[in-house]
Antibody, heavy 121, light 109 residues
Framework: EVQLVESGGGLGKPGGSLRLSCAASGFTFSSYSMNWVRQAPGKGLEWVSSISSTSTYIFYADSVRGRFTTSRDNAKNSLSLELNSLRAEDTAVYYC??????????????WGQGTLVTVSS | SSELTQDPAVSVALGQTVRITCQGDSLRRYYASWYQQKPGQAPVLVIYGKNNRPAGIPDRFSGSSSGNTASLTITGAQAEDEADYYCNSRDISGIHLGVFGGGTKLTVL
């Protein structure tokens, strides 16, 4: 059974840092691109970042580029998101999501339960 | 443009058919995928590709696409289908899956 479990959320101060993790199990983690998607309270889904299976390609949304860093450890089946220079608008539930890519396109087939990040002084 | 546009809210009578649409330039090149999200829960994939359903998704959910518009159709809507629905696609450059629609709140009356 595919499982994605996020952790590391909590209260961060403006200008501060947090590190989120996503533990993957039930599939060959090293074969899949992974993504972070966030959702501010009462708002829609916002893609944050993606990382290819071997970390060759990493992309960020304009809203977080230069402040957030995505990485992965295929030996530990783990995905990470380091959040720096936190802003109030970074307050959201952060989901990790597995990206499937096949003849039928690309999509997020499995999601974690999310971890809440609150940025406040 | 790398934006996807959805109607904010749609309603349907129980047992009737409803179509939720998603418009964007990237849809001329790339398939949309659709996600259902109920309050307090993570999104769930319901449609991907041309018209494919993951295991466990009822066959009342279907997808279609024409030009710059992708559609999610629920034929015979059930009370449990009341949720937010989001479309997603690659951005216009095709580099990543970084584009979500704003979401459609579906109410089943």
């Amino acid at each position: 059974e595919v499982q994605l479990v996020e952790s590391g959320g909590g209260l961060g101060k403006p200008g501060g840092s947090l590190r989120l993790s996503c533990a993957a199990s039930g599939f060959t983690f090293s074969s899949y691109s992974m993504n972070w998607v966030r959702q501010a309270p009462g708002k829609g889904l916002e893609w944050v970042s993606s990382i290819s299976s071997t970390s060759t390609y990493i992309f960020y949304a304009d809203s977080v580029r230069g402040r957030f860093t995505t990485s992965r450890d295929n030996a530990k089946n783990s995905l990470s998101l380091e959040l720096n220079s936190l802003r109030a608008e970074d307050t959201a539930v952060y989901y990790c999501a597995r990206q499937e890519s096949n003849n039928w396109g690309d999509f997020f087939d499995y999601w974690g339960q999310g971890t809440l990040v609150t940025v406040s002084s | 443009s790398s934006e996807l546009t959805q109607d904010p809210a749609v309603s349907v009578a129980l047992g009737q058919t409803v179509r939720i649409t998603c418009q964007g330039d990237s849809l001329r090149r790339y398939y949309a995928s659709w996600y259902q999200q109920k309050p307090g829960q993570a999104p769930v994939l319901v449609i991907y590709g041309k018209n494919n359903r993951p295991a466990g998704i009822p066959d009342r959910f279907s997808g279609s696409s024409s030009g710059n518009t992708a559609s999610l159709t629920i034929t015979g809507a059930q009370a449990e289908d009341e949720a937010d629905y989001y479309c997603n696609s690659r951005d216009i450059s095709g580099i990543h899956l970084g584009v979500f629609g704003g979401g459609t709140k579906l109410t089943v009356l």
